[in-house]
């Protein structure tokens, strides 16, 4: 199977409804990993992947469940974009390493060690102490490398995440962040740490949400891809692609929600402020899924060649589920 | 692929350990239907589901997880005991019907209505008042139709089990009973009702657990197989398999919470009594799961012929797993 000219976002978090997968179908895009937890607990997930599957048999004209790498083919010659579930938090777990296989078999194969703040795992990108991957967190890594679940770094802190890709057996993802020298965000990413998650075989996805960008909604197409040329140079051709964290027709209570959660009496306003809470504007040039053909020309103008552009836009990502998703030979106990 | 000389038991609830499963082996039992479920929440079933996971990876050598017919050929032909996950109870369903698929994707292939008593869904066989199949009992059974979970009225009423008959498009099953013909227990059924399961295509599994067996443990395996000879002229030779119901090693107090869970302040005796409350012991001819070929022998003697037998210890199990485990082609909503 020719993986070329494949479409595959690293992350999205949308209010979904059929006209969202009409446009992801309208863009061509052949899978979107997407986000099904933020702060939520294991039954309240059950609950989320019940609410999905009901998608899948509503929309199964449209949509379909990735399990494997081979599932993106499938999407896609059936018309369809395939859907790869994955936690931005560890909160599922709830101190159960047993529950990390029992979500792989739910189809999860993503989940972030920790969102912005500290975890049972490891330690978030907002907090001012950095301890690392935790007891529990080297055996969680342990646990989802075995039974292929992708550890997803991206909102957390910098130390954890150079001792995540040391920890793990197998490579880890950022999927939706940006280099810090392009813009000097909390959730943007070191030099350092990228170079590590390069040589480990790791991919990045980059993010088009304005607050990783350099001029926020204002950001020009330029500048993005000149910013994914320069992290081509740092990581090399293979380990990058897309991650575009679009969260679209979301009301402002699901931003509440994913910055505050329920941990905090006080409202958090993340990478925003209190005269700046709402969602930010995207920039003009990706609006919603039916945009990914201008990152296509836009890298073309920063002076990619077509089989450079293929791997950016998809081929990385679908290569990374190959070797990510599957069970490792089991060890007897 | 021929799956003659199959062994497969409807129904066990042992205290698993690798001496049971290498007894599995040594009696030539190819597949178990394992009870996970009594009366544990959600949560807790997920644990259970947790805890059999790494009994698959510490003794894969020995059994493997079946999801569908095939898995028990795969079991077989690897010199393995397939194992397929029940509940006795809705119990982990919790009042949500998005929970079936959620489960059905975890393994689990049965689900009783109802356990003894009344559920949100059924009525229970040692009720006083039988009210049938409620509302969301039918939601739930259209749902485990076309997911492929089977409908399991083994602790059953006898009009909730007459209705569940009615209700669901496809076959159901009574995994683990006799017929009160053979010994009037609470738990065995009537010549009605499998009569109706016959005509259905559903299937009784015969049990050996002395509760249900003419003079208890003293049962002789020529009763015992006389009377599935009857049954097979109520039902057809088509409809009927082994449902054991062997609890093997299994402390008083694992009883305790078969009967009374967490239901009863007061000691529930279910089909034993306050002077007569520990496990019974098992007839001379099934001790354990190396057992299965005094069965064969019973059979034959009983006067059924060679392909008779291959029937009833698998091969109509195989054959209705082969009907029932997968889902239906969805509606679109």
């Avoid at 912005?116 to 990108?125: E, F």
């Amino acid at each position: 199977m020719d993986p070329r000219r494949l479409i595959i976002d690293g992350l999205q978090y949308s209010n979904w409804s059929r006209r969202i997968f009409e446009q992801m179908r309208a863009g061509g895009v052949d899978c979107v990993h997407v986000t099904i937890v933020y702060w939520e607990t294991t039954l309240e997930t059950l609950n989320n992947i019940a609410t999905w599957n009901r998608l899948f048999a509503q929309h199964d004209d449209l949509i379909m469940p990735v399990h494997d790498a081979e599932d993106v083919i499938r999407a896609r010659e059936s018309n369809r974009t395939g859907i790869v579930f994955g936690f931005q938090n560890c909160s599922p777990i709830d101190n159960n390493v047993g529950l990390i296989d029992i979500f792989h078999q739910l189809g999860v194969r993503f989940m972030q060690l920790t969102y912005n703040n500290q975890s049972p795992l490891a330690t978030g990108c907002y907090e001012s102490a950095d301890s690392g991957v935790t007891r529990f967190g080297k055996q969680a890594i342990k646990e989802m490398n075995r039974v292929g679940m992708v550890v997803d770094m991206s909102h957390s802190s910098e130390r954890s995440t150079l001792e995540a890709i040391e920890i793990s057996h197998r490579p880890i993802a950022i999927t939706h962040a940006n280099p810090t020298s392009f813009t000097p965000a909390i959730r943007n990413k070191s030099d350092t740490v990228l170079r590590a998650l390069g040589e480990s075989g790791g991919m990045l996805g980059f993010s088009a949400y304005p607050f990783h960008l350099k001029d926020g909604p204002n950001c020009a197409l330029d500048d993005f891809c000149g910013m994914i040329a320069r992290t081509a140079d740092l990581m090399g051709i293979d380990n990058i692609g897309l991650g575009t964290d679009l969260c679209q027709d979301q009301p402002s209570s699901v931003l509440n929600w994913m910055r505050s959660g329920r941990w905090s009496v006080e409202a958090d306003y993340g990478e925003g402020s209190a005269d700046n809470s709402d969602w930010p504007l995207q920039p003009e040039w990706f609006q919603d899924n039916r945009d990914f053909h201008r990152v296509w020309d836009g890298l073309s103008d920063a002076g990619f060649d077509a089989a450079e552009i293929e791997k950016i836009m998809g081929a990385n990502w679908y290569n990374f589920f190959k070797k990510s998703f599957a069970a490792m030979a089991q060890d007897r106990d």
